[in-house]
């Protein structure tokens, strides 16, 4: 009896101050991130499988130069992410490298309280890396990847401010170093065309500085900073010559 008074005394404060929902949604949505993120990755490995079945074995895959093309998430322009090339310096070693970069532009109107705003943010990575592969079949190829980019960061914002505020912007400029190690596997759908789908884990060190403030407060601030990543999944198109 006095359990289930207990229980009902709990439900009720669950309910009333809404802890029960709160428990609910936020188990929902960590599995729900997880569920996500496991099948992101997996889903370039399983392109790489499936096309095993539909292809033309080659018996003499061409292991060579090549011109590649690097997705994140199908964009050129996010995290390793370009386009670069790919060089065979030995029957289990490919050195490669690569850039990418965006560039992107924000304006907000005017209004009768508030002054314009605008953001501008210019991106640009370059990497080098290096690829160790096992001779395990002709036409498929797992290997272990490591790799080593530098970026650059600029970005500017001005802030839509009151219109007797002081005027307010933000410049910044940041360097970031990334070191990266995974696994990968490259597969042939043509004697000179093969696709890689690889997971790299990022170690990433971030170094700059920011200028904020108005005309009468401006200031300017480093910038540092550190990341460590589970990792990001990508998926490479290599077209040999």
């Known amino acids: 009896?006095?359990?289930s008074i207990i229980k009902k005394q709990i439900s009720f404060y669950s309910e009333r101050w809404g802890l029960g929902g709160f428990s609910i949604s936020y188990s929902y949505m960590a599995i729900k991130k997880l569920k996500v993120v496991i099948m992101k990755s997996l889903s370039f490995f399983a392109l790489i499988l499936c096309l095993s079945f539909v292809s033309i074995a080659q018996n003499n895959n061409y292991r060579t130069t090549a011109l590649s093309f690097s997705f994140n998430g199908f964009n050129l322009s996010s995290y390793y992410g370009g386009i670069g090339g790919r060089l065979?310096?030995?029957e289990s070693t490919v050195l490669n490298a690569s850039f990418g970069g965006s560039i992107s532009e924000r304006k907000y109107d005017a209004t009768i309280?508030?002054?314009n705003g605008l953001e501008k943010n210019k991106?640009?990575?370059i990497g080098i890396g290096i690829e160790n592969h096992f001779d395990f079949s002709n036409d498929f190829s797992p290997y272990f990847s490591s790799r080593f980019s530098f970026g650059i960061n600029d970005r500017y914002y001005r802030y839509s401010t009151n219109i007797l505020d002081d005027f307010s912007d933000s410049k910044e400029k940041t360097y970031l170093y990334n070191l990266d190690f995974g696994f990968g596997v490259e597969y042939w759908i043509l004697d000179r065309i093969s696709f890689?789908?690889?997971h790299l884990f990022n170690i990433r060190y971030e170094t700059?500085?920011?200028t904020i403030g108005g005309v009468s407060t401006r200031e300017t601030q480093d910038v540092n900073g550190f990341a460590l990543n589970l990792g990001t999944t990508s998926?490479?198109?290599s077209i040999y010559f």
């Open 1 to 3: 009896m006095k359990r």
């Open 88 to 90: 065979w310096i030995s």
């Open 113 to 115: 309280n508030y002054t």
């Open 123 to 125: 991106y640009l990575n």
């Open 196 to 198: 890689s789908g690889q």
């Open 208 to 210: 700059g500085h920011r």
């Open 235 to 237: 998926i490479m198109l």
